[in-house]
């Protein structure tokens, strides 16, 4: 019994225990996500010995080649003085499955405004499904319509009014961009007619390098106060912040002496107009804010393109749900890539007493389709061409936990699920067959097409059951509020008590704070381990 939370841990032994890791959106390198899970687990584990004052503790982290054919994969292995559990566990392996080439550069950006164009009329050309999808995740109660329809009238309003006022918004500062030559005419005068030219060139490469200065020593102030004793350089960066601060006074003072001993007019230009708050003012407006105003108006489009593109871009491939597309491919890349790094494991001679899958960020969505791929694989009649090849369910069996954190699972289904006609009863329910896997009702009534479907859970496996593991299994969902793209999953089977908030200070980039979130390794860790 975990006595913090009144959860019960696992039941039965995780002497071994692998975990294979799954990186989410953007530009990822190779074993970025394995660096920083094994971090953050070796961190909670640490603590744990640290705080019951055990002696021994981590034995060794040791790297592992795996020879694949076309590729070595490099895993990690955690070994352990004693068990480091309650459910005795001695020896911890992590795998990582590494997909971003699948996705980096396929979408343009001109095919990336379309899809998000037509994803953005999701809620109103489906609003009818969708009104029938949220019902069913409330649990299908009568009681529950009127609010259901409320819910969903007013995520649509605030779905399209912030984007209408973005989008009026870019539209009229476009519009009303000011002249830049007058904002800048008066300085290029100023430069022209300047008679110390030299010196003014001196003291803006003074004053440019001090600006540079400042920028890196409070980049590297703020690394060394957050990360601390987990910077693997820290002692030069310590190092290389003091010699930065040496720099920086010698450029002031520089541009002190440069300024003191050649009077620059230009200078003294900028001083008088800035002599007092009136005039100061007056330039700001004039010369000032129009350059500041477009200069961010810039930055912000820039940025934004940047996000559609590296980030949203893998999402748009990857949802592609339709093989007529041409994304299509690149998911199912994915998709057979992933679920051979899952078979890889649940069928090692390691002979793991549980396997782990873990995503993160669109990642989460790779492992929920994973896990669905596999079950449905080790389901299927025994007559089936590829049945030699599938899983014993003795070694399906071996698949005991899923963590999403930071999870799109819910909006993902929201606006990209495969939608079907009122009518299409038998389609419905063979999509809700193949695709099934500790997903919710739908409620819908199919009679008199009906099908009749075996039963789940049993220990040989049915083909005709819904996609179904051993009861022990556990789904842990790990999100934020301040981070949009995760939520709670209110379409698929997970025990409440499995599903935990975590509170982070900055919308957006709490995205990337489990990442460094001593609690969610420890939730993970209390739960699963």
């Not at 389609?427 to 075996?454: E, V």
């Not at 209110?490 to 957006?508: S, V």
Request: proline share 5%; glycine share 6%; with cysteine.
């Amino acid at each position: 019994m975990d006595a913090r939370e009144g959860t019960p841990g696992p039941t039965h032994p995780t002497t071994k225990t692998a975990v294979l890791v799954i990186h989410g959106i953007g530009q990822q390198d190779p074993f970025e996500t394995l660096d920083s899970f094994a971090r953050g687990l070796v961190d909670y584990f640490r603590e744990i010995f640290a705080r019951t004052k055990q002696t021994n503790g981590i034995k060794e982290i040791r790297p592992a080649r795996l020879n694949h054919g076309e590729w070595v994969e490099v895993a990690l292995r955690l070994r352990f003085d004693k068990p480091a559990t309650p459910r005795g566990l001695q020896e911890l392996h992590l795998h990582e499955y590494y997909w971003a080439p699948h996705t980096q550069g396929r979408m343009t950006y001109r095919a990336l405004l379309t899809w998000l164009i037509r994803t953005g009329l999701t809620p109103l050309r489906y609003l009818s499904q969708n009104l029938q999808e949220e019902w069913g995740a409330s649990g299908g109660r009568l009681a529950t319509v009127g609010t259901v329809f409320a819910r969903e009238i007013l995520r649509i309003l605030l779905l399209y009014v912030p984007a209408l006022i973005l989008i009026g918004y870019l539209i009229y500062a476009l519009a009303t961009l000011p002249d830049l030559t007058q904002a800048f005419a008066p300085l290029y005068q100023a430069w022209r007619t300047e008679p110390q030219k030299l010196p003014l060139a001196a003291f803006t490469i003074a004053v440019a390098g001090a600006a540079f200065l400042v920028s890196f020593m409070l980049v590297t102030a703020g690394r060394l106060w957050s990360r601390r004793r987990r910077l693997i350089q820290r002692e030069a960066e310590i190092a290389w912040f003091g010699q930065a601060g040496l720099w920086f006074l010698g450029l002031v003072a520089i541009a002190a002496i440069v300024a003191w001993v050649w009077p620059i007019a230009l200078l003294q230009a900028i001083g008088t107009k800035l002599s007092s708050w009136a005039s100061a003012r007056v330039f700001l407006q004039t010369q000032g804010w129009p350059v500041v105003r477009t200069a961010l108006l810039f930055v912000a489009i820039w940025y934004i393109r940047k996000i559609l593109v590296e980030y949203v871009g893998d999402i748009a491939v990857y949802v592609t749900a339709d093989e007529k597309s041409e994304h299509y491919k690149a998911r199912s890349q994915i998709l057979k890539e992933s679920t051979a790094a899952l078979r890889r494991l649940l069928v090692s001679s390691e002979n793991y007493n549980q396997v782990i899958v873990a995503g993160h960020s669109l990642g989460s969505v790779i492992a929920y389709d994973t896990i669905n791929r596999v079950v449905n694989e080790t389901l299927a009649l025994p007559g089936s061409p590829a049945s030699a090849t599938s899983l014993t369910r003795s070694q399906l069996d071996r698949l005991l936990g899923l963590v999403t954190f930071g999870s799109p699972l819910d909006k993902i289904y929201y606006f990209f699920r495969r939608q079907v006609d009122e009518d299409q009863a038998i389609r419905a329910q063979t999509l809700s067959f193949i695709h099934g896997f500790r997903r919710r009702k739908s409620y819908r009534r199919y009679d008199p097409y009906g099908m009749t479907f075996g039963p789940p859970g049993t220990p040989v496996g049915d083909a005709s059951s819904h996609p179904e593991l051993r009861q022990e299994f556990r789904w842990l969902n790990v999100w934020s509020r301040m981070d949009p793209v995760s939520g709670f999953l209110n379409h698929y089977l997970i025990d409440r008590n499995d599903q935990r908030h975590c509170w982070y200070g900055l919308w957006g980039i709490a995205h990337v704070a489990y990442w460094r979130d001593p609690k969610f390794y420890r939730f993970v860790a209390e739960r699963l381990l």
